[in-house]
């Protein structure tokens, strides 16, 4: 084995290589008003979500990846001759302040519905894409061609996932950003379709232009479209300047929520659509961005009963009878901005804002509202791969979504952490 100079190890073979790379993120803070942290839950608390009036407490303590996720991955290529190599990555995320891998469906598991009632009893959950699999991130094989573009298969992120990885102003962060802390704006309304299993993407890039498409096989007997979705995708990157959109239809997509009866967990059956629109431009030492979203809640195109699941993420599934959401359309925007400056080569501060709006939907059951959400960082870099960090967010949650007499008015979370890439 050879320890590379990117800092991953590595080993090389007549025109191969396999790769070992990773991200160790922790960072020390405090939530103002949360329940106690979850050691299963991937960010381990939630800075980024309304919390009900009876959530009175803070908690401080160890959290997990303020920033990025602590990950670990293998990766490799083959030179399969004529400007084509077969890839492929596997990669697993996990909790470095607990050591268990990153499991939302385990802290949902654990949980019931909250109440004032069985509130000091409850921890920290929330739905997500990452639930306990073993390779949580990503796990895809395919070809890649110098002129032809790349294809791969398995599972894999959605096309806006790498538009708000890339055009956040604060890194994404996932303590400190909700567009980095919730895959529901990249998942398009849902976070469990921030990773599409059973999927084939294609990505290829001609000069300064890109494009990207995506299918999800549904794989249900006798329905050869329960399950399924596309995501397309195209930008422009040149001179720091870059544009990016991408356009999703999912169906039958399953958001996991707390059970009455601890171990099982519930389901609500959607299908979604989803656009977004984003761009940057980079001008000596400053980058501004900004990015635009709105995702749709449908009635689903499949009942429940007929994709013949009775569990989920290895946990009993609490209401099967009773998952495929009912109602009017629920339409909400995001908006966001901001940027960051390095003032030196190894600091860098960056600022941003988000405007989350829920809008009425007909029959009332979704209301209007905003969530102001501020995030700064302050980032120093010893070197290329560790670096220190501090980073706070402070939320206000308003409109007839979020009354007062149910909800907090604001939240804060401030932190300090550690990371280092390998």
Not at 11 to 36: F, I, K, P, R, W
Not at 263 to 274: L, S, W
Not at 302 to 324: K, R
Request: glycine share 12%; aromatic share 12%; net charge negative.
């Amino acid at each position: 084995m050879l320890f590379a100079a990117n800092g991953a190890f590595a080993q090389s073979t007549n025109g191969s290589s396999v790769e070992l790379y990773g991200v160790l993120d922790a960072a020390v803070g405090t939530v103002n008003h949360s329940l106690s942290a979850d050691p299963n839950f991937p960010a381990t608390v939630n800075p980024a979500s309304p919390t009900k009036t009876f959530v009175s407490n803070s908690v401080s303590g160890l959290f997990n990846s303020g920033i990025t996720p602590s990950r670990f991955g293998i990766r490799g290529t083959e030179d399969l001759g004529g400007g084509v190599k077969a890839i492929f990555t596997l990669e697993d995320l996990f909790n470095i302040n607990s050591g268990t891998v990153s499991n939302a469906a385990a802290s949902l598991a654990n949980n019931r519905p909250l109440t004032a009632a069985n509130a000091a009893s409850s921890t920290v959950s929330a739905n997500s894409s990452v639930n306990g699999q073993l390779f949580s991130g990503q796990a895809f094989v395919g070809l890649s061609d110098s002129s032809m573009g790349t294809v791969t298969l398995g599972r894999q992120l959605v096309p806006m996932a790498a538009i708000t990885a890339n055009y956040d102003a604060v890194q994404n962060a996932q303590l400190f950003s909700p567009l980095g802390f919730s895959g529901t704006y990249a998942g398009g309304g849902v976070s469990e379709d921030k990773r599409a299993d059973n999927s084939v993407k294609y990505t290829n890039k001609f000069g300064d232009f890109n494009v990207v498409g995506l299918y999800k096989f549904g794989q249900v007997a006798g329905n050869s479209s329960a399950g399924t979705g596309y995501s397309v995708g195209a930008g422009y990157e040149a001179n720091g300047f870059g544009i990016q959109a991408a356009y999703e239809d999912f169906k039958d997509v399953l958001r996991t929520s707390n059970s009455a009866v601890i171990g099982d967990i519930n389901v609500t059956n959607f299908d979604t659509t989803a656009y977004m629109i984003a761009g940057k431009y980079a001008f000596g030492d400053a980058k501004v961005v900004a990015g635009y979203e709105s995702f749709k809640l449908k009635a689903p195109s499949t009942s429940f009963a007929n994709l013949g699941l009775s569990a989920i993420y290895g946990y009993q599934i609490g209401n099967p009878l009773a998952g495929d959401f009912t109602g009017a359309d629920q339409t909400t925007d995001v908006v966001w901005a901001g940027g960051d400056y390095n003032f030196t080569p190894a600091f860098n501060l960056a600022v941003g804002f988000y405007d989350i709006q829920p809008k009425a939907s007909s029959d009332s059951k979704q209301l209007d509202g905003n969530v102001y959400e501020y995030s700064l960082i302050a980032d120093y870099h010893f070197t290329k791969r560790t670096d220190v960090y501090a980073g706070m967010m402070y939320s206000q949650f308003k409109g007839n979504q979020y009354p007062s007499a149910t909800y907090n008015t604001s939240n804060y979370i401030y932190a300090v952490g550690l990371r280092t890439k390998f």
